[in-house]
């Protein structure tokens, strides 16, 4: 098994830790190796720094009480729009039709503030890409890696033993364990006992 997943991981979680000592409310990154593997298409990000801040910003709005999406996460409104300024995020002038105002961009700002920050990330995705490219004639990805989706494929609940849940996709979980911020054991997809009696 690989030991990029968990450096990557690392990576994700210092990164958080930096954007958290400019946004003080932003609350800590549960689990950092769920965002690996997958892109949101709500978000149109491959995993980046960029995507990262996007995250935050939703961090931010939870801990706010702020409701920044709708149609089940997919449009992001103008409370959105908003905490995405103060955390560096530029945006276009209309929102798109279905996602809103989704496709965020680094501003200059936020750029030079997080220059560090976004070279060792980007580093750790280069050495993550490479560990994980050279698997690929071997292994079986899923419907959505073969067609260059960016759903990043089906997610299914994962539990863990003091009663957390997360939505995964399981190859992401596949990948490497993730972990329970809560009780530090990882967090697993139950098996499916049997059918319900009709």
């Given at each position: 098994m690989s030991t990029t997943p968990p450096v990557l991981a690392a990576e994700l979680a210092q990164a958080w830790a930096d954007i958290q000592r400019h946004h003080t409310e932003l609350p800590d990154l549960a689990a950092p190796e769920s965002l690996i593997g997958e892109s949101s298409s709500a978000c149109g990000h491959e995993l980046s720094f960029e995507r990262l801040l996007h995250e935050a910003v939703h961090g931010i709005a939870a801990a706010?009480?702020?409701?920044?999406?709708?149609?089940?996460?997919?449009?992001?409104?103008?409370?959105?729009?908003?905490?995405?300024?103060?955390?560096?995020?530029?945006?276009?002038?209309?929102?798109?039709?279905?996602?809103g105002f989704s496709l965020v961009t680094l501003s200059p700002e936020a750029k030079r503030r997080y220059r560090p920050t976004i070279e060792r990330l980007q580093r750790a995705l280069k050495a993550h890409t490479a560990a994980t490219a050279t698997d690929s004639a071997r292994s079986f990805r899923g419907p959505a890696a073969r067609h260059g989706s960016s759903g990043g494929g089906v997610r299914v609940k994962a539990v863990c033993d003091c009663g957390r849940n997360v939505r995964v996709v399981p190859s992401v979980l596949a990948q490497a364990p993730i972990m329970c911020g809560g009780c530090g054991k990882p967090f697993r997809i139950p098996e499916v006992v049997g059918a319900a009696a009709g």
């Open positions: 706010r009480g702020v409701r920044d999406t709708s149609r089940a996460g997919r449009y992001h409104n103008r409370r959105f729009l908003a905490i995405a300024e103060e955390l560096g995020l530029d945006h276009p002038e209309e929102p798109h039709p279905s996602s």
